[in-house]
C-alpha cells in the first residue's frame, strides 16, 4: 500500500484552520480495504453559519475580494491551476486512497481540473453587459454581477473535477463560496483549500465544511444569507435541495442530477469500435458515472456479435489496487457495493442473461467484477433504475423510430450517445433524444467549453462552458433619463 501523507483533517473557514464547534469528527474509510484513514472534522450547522457569516464579510462590497479588479480574480485562479498541476501526483495518491480511483486517471482529472480553472480564469475580465435601444428619452444598459454568497455540495465520484466545476465559474464571478464535499471523500477538498490559501485568495472567499448531508448540507441549503445552490448528486437529494433553497429566501439552484443515458449502436458500426466505446461509456470510473452510458441499445443485425465482444472487453478489465496499473479499482463504501451487487441478483433474477462477471471480487475491500447482461428489456429493473457501478445491459432494437422512443422511455435526461456512419442517422437521433449531451460515435467527452447538464430529473441548470459561469450572475438593468433635445 503506498503511504499517502494526510496534511488536513480540520474545517477551513476564513483562511483558518478549526476544529468542529461540537468538536465531533467522522472517519473517513479506505474503500480498497474497509480501513479508517484517518479522522475528519464534523461540521454542522454552527460551523455552517460560521462559514455564511466569513463567506458575506468576504463579498461586503468594501471587501478587499469585491475591490478586487476582475483580472486580478483570473490572475489567482491561474496560480491555484499551476499550483494544482504541480502537485498533481500527491493530490491524485490522496484521492485515489479517499475514493478507490486508479492513481493513473485521478492524476488526469487533476490536469483536467486545472484546465477547468483556466478557461474560467480567462473569463473574470470579459463578463460583459449590453446598451439597450429602449423606447423613449432613455439610456439603458445593463450590468453582470455576482450572485452573491454560494453553497455548493459536491459528490464522491469525481471530487476534484466536481470542486473546480463549482468553484472557477464562481470566483470568475466574484461570488464568494461555502462548499460541501461529499462525507466520503473530504481529503482533497481540503488538500486544494490549503492551496487557495496558499496563493492568496482573501480570507472568506473559499470555506470548506465536511459533514453529513442532513447536517451540515441541509444547514446550507437553508441559510438565509445564501444567494445560490449549486449541488451535484442524487435525484432523490437533489428534489430536498429544491425544496430547502425555497424554504427561507428564493436561492437561485443549479442541480446536476441522476442518468440512466442510452447509446445507440446501428447496423453499419464497426462492432470491435462500437464495443469499445460503449465499454467507456458504461465502465469509466467503475460505473460511478452520472452519465454512465449503461442502456446500450444495438441493431438487431450486429446484436450477436456485439454481446460477445463486448463480454470479452468486460472479462480482459483489470480490477484490483488502484494505485496499481489497473483500470477499475473498488467502489466507494459498502452501502453502494451492497447497492450495485443487488441490481446484479435483480438482473439474474430478473431474466437477463449475465454473459460476463456478475459477482464481487475478493473478500476484503469493495471491488465488483466489470459485469454485462444480454437479453434485457425496457421493463427490467436494471435497465429502469441508475445502478452507479460496473453493469452493463445490452438491448435489442430493430428500427430507428423504436429506439428513438425507447431511448426517451425514462424520466432521467443527462446524457446519450449514437454510433454509426451515417451522418444523417446520427443528427436526426441527436436531435431527437431528450438529453443535455449527446455525443456521435465517442462517449462522455466533456470539456471546459461545453456546457453539461441535463433535462427531465436529471437537472436544472447548466455546469461548464459559457452557461457556466452565467449561473452565477445576476443582471441589472440601468436606465438613465436624457434631457429633451431642443428645437432648432
Known amino acids: 500500500m503506498v503511504k499517502v501523507d494526510v496534511k488536513y483533517t480540520k474545517l477551513f473557514i476564513n483562511n483558518e484552520w478549526v476544529d468542529a464547534v461540537s468538536k465531533k469528527t467522522f472517519a473517513t474509510i479506505n474503500p480498497q480495504d474497509e480501513t479508517v484513514i484517518t479522522q475528519v472534522a464534523e461540521g454542522d450547522k454552527a460551523d455552517i453559519d460560521l462559514a455564511v457569516a466569513a463567506a458575506k464579510k468576504a463579498f461586503h462590497r468594501y471587501s478587499e475580494w469585491r475591490k478586487m479588479d476582475a483580472s486580478q480574480r483570473g490572475l489567482l485562479m491561474l496560480k491555484l491551476a499551476d499550483l494544482m498541476a504541480s502537485q498533481a501526483r500527491y493530490l491524485a495518491e490522496l484521492e485515489t486512497l479517499d475514493c478507490g480511483k486508479p492513481v493513473k486517471i485521478a492524476e488526469e482529472e487533476v490536469y483536467y481540473s486545472a484546465t477547468v480553472l483556466r478557461y474560467y480564469a480567462g473569463k473574470a475580465d470579459k463578463i460583459c453587459g449590453n446598451t439597450i435601444p429602449a423606447d423613449g428619452e432613455v439610456l439603458s444598459f445593463t450590468l453582470k454581477e455576482p450572485v452573491g454568497v454560494v453553497g455548493q455540495i459536491i459528490p464522491w465520484n469525481y471530487p476534484i473535477p466536481m470542486m473546480t466545476w463549482k468553484i472557477a465559474p464562481a470566483l470568475a464571478a466574484g461570488c464568494t463560496i461555502v462548499l460541501k464535499?461529499?462525507?466520503?471523500?473530504?481529503?482533497?477538498?481540503?488538500?486544494?483549500?490549503?492551496?487557495?490559501?496558499?496563493?492568496?485568495?482573501?480570507?472568506?472567499?473559499?470555506n470548506v465544511v465536511p459533514g453529513y448531508g442532513p447536517t451540515a448540507g441541509s444547514a446550507l441549503t437553508h441559510h438565509p444569507d445564501v444567494d445560490k445552490i449549486a449541488f451535484t448528486g442524487s435525484t432523490e437529494v437533489g428534489r430536498i435541495i429544491l425544496g430547502a433553497a425555497s424554504a427561507v429566501n428564493l436561492k437561485r439552484v443549479t442541480l446536476e442530477l441522476g442518468g440512466k443515458s442510452p447509446l445507440v449502436v446501428f447496423n453499419d458500426a464497426n462492432v470491435e469500435k462500437a464495443a469499445q466505446i460503449a465499454h467507456?461509456?458504461?465502465?469509466?470510473?467503475?460505473?460511478?458515472?452520472?452519465?454512465?452510458?449503461?442502456?446500450?441499445?444495438?441493431?438487431?443485425?450486429?446484436?450477436?456479435?456485439?454481446?460477445?465482444?463486448?463480454?470479452?472487453?468486460?472479462?480482459?478489465?483489470?480490477?484490483?489496487?488502484?494505485?496499481?496499473?489497473?483500470?477499475?479499482?473498488?467502489?466507494?463504501?459498502?452501502?453502494?457495493?451492497?447497492?450495485?451487487?443487488?441490481?446484479?441478483?435483480?438482473?439474474?433474477?430478473?431474466?437477463?442473461?449475465?454473459?460476463?462477471?456478475g459477482d464481487k471480487i475478493g473478500g476484503k475491500g469493495y471491488y465488483v467484477m466489470p459485469t454485462?447482461?444480454?437479453?434485457?428489456?425496457?421493463?427490467?429493473?436494471?435497465?429502469?433504475?441508475?445502478?452507479?457501478?460496473?453493469?452493463?445491459?445490452?438491448?435489442?432494437?430493430?428500427?430507428?423510430?423504436?429506439?428513438?422512443?425507447?431511448?426517451?422511455?425514462?424520466?432521467?435526461?443527462?446524457?446519450?450517445?449514437?454510433?454509426?456512419?451515417?451522418?444523417?442517422?446520427?443528427?436526426s437521433f441527436a436531435k431527437q433524444v431528450r438529453a443535455g449531451s449527446v455525443w456521435i460515435n465517442t462517449y462522455d467527452h466533456v470539456t471546459s467549453q461545453t456546457p453539461f447538464g441535463g433535462f427531465k430529473d436529471s437537472g436544472l441548470g447548466r455546469e461548464l462552458g459559457e452557461d457556466g459561469i452565467n449561473a452565477y450572475l445576476e443582471t441589472k438593468t440601468i436606465t438613465l433619463s436624457l434631457p429633451k433635445q431642443p428645437q432648432l
Open 372 to 427: 454485462v447482461f444480454a437479453d434485457v428489456t425496457d421493463n427490467m429493473k436494471i435497465a429502469r433504475e441508475e445502478i452507479f457501478g460496473p453493469v452493463q445491459s445490452i438491448l435489442k432494437f430493430d428500427t430507428f423510430e423504436e429506439v428513438v422512443d425507447r431511448a426517451n422511455d425514462t424520466n432521467y435526461g443527462l446524457g446519450a450517445g449514437v454510433i454509426t456512419n451515417d451522418i444523417t442517422t446520427a443528427l
Open 280 to 357: 467507456a461509456a458504461a465502465f469509466a470510473n467503475g460505473g460511478q458515472c452520472c452519465c454512465a452510458g449503461t442502456r446500450t441499445y444495438v441493431q438487431s443485425g450486429i446484436y450477436d456479435k456485439f454481446v460477445k465482444e463486448a463480454s470479452e472487453i468486460a472479462k480482459k478489465r483489470s480490477v484490483g489496487n488502484p494505485f496499481d496499473d489497473v483500470q477499475q479499482g473498488p467502489q466507494i463504501d459498502k452501502e453502494m457495493y451492497d447497492k450495485v451487487l443487488g441490481y446484479i441478483a435483480a438482473g439474474k433474477e430478473g431474466g437477463a442473461k449475465c454473459m460476463a462477471g
Open 181 to 206: 464535499p461529499a462525507e466520503q471523500t473530504p481529503l482533497t477538498a481540503l488538500a486544494i483549500a490549503a492551496l487557495i490559501k496558499e496563493i492568496g485568495f482573501p480570507p472568506g472567499v473559499v
